[in-house]
């Protein structure tokens, strides 16, 4: 079954930057076969979508973050990087991995403080 591990969350200070993780396991088909995407969640308010994969390599951002945060994947190490660039406060909350909009990792926490 898919399984998505996200690991790389930590403290950081403002203007700092932070790059997460996530291992995806258990596909039928190649990565490259498949749309990621990174949401996060803070507390009180509804999960957001960050950045996203589409099936032919396009990517796409969030306003808020566009400029600052960079989606990647290195398809051999069947992972999807979140690079986090000049973070702010508001940037603070649960990072989560998905594919296909229907696996969910269980997240990691990024705060900025």
């Known amino acids: 079954h898919v399984q998505l591990v996200e690991s790389g969350g930590g403290l950081v200070q403002p203007g700092g930057s932070l790059r997460v993780s996530c291992l995806v396991s258990?596909?039928?088909?190649?990565?490259?076969?498949?749309?990621f995407g990174w949401f996060r969640q803070a507390p009180g308010k509804e999960r957001e979508g960050v950045a996203a994969?589409?099936?032919?390599?396009?990517?796409s951002y969030a306003g808020s973050v566009k400029g600052r945060f960079t989606i990647s994947r290195d398809n051999a190490k069947d992972t999807v990087y979140l690079q986090m660039n000049s973070l702010q406060s508001d940037d603070t909350a649960l990072y989560y991995c998905?594919?296909?909009?229907?696996?969910w990792g269980q997240g990691t926490q990024v705060t900025v403080s």
């Open positions: 258990g596909l039928t088909y190649t990565m490259s076969e498949y749309r």
């Open positions: 994969f589409g099936r032919d390599g396009s990517t």
């Open positions: 998905t594919t296909a909009w229907s696996y």
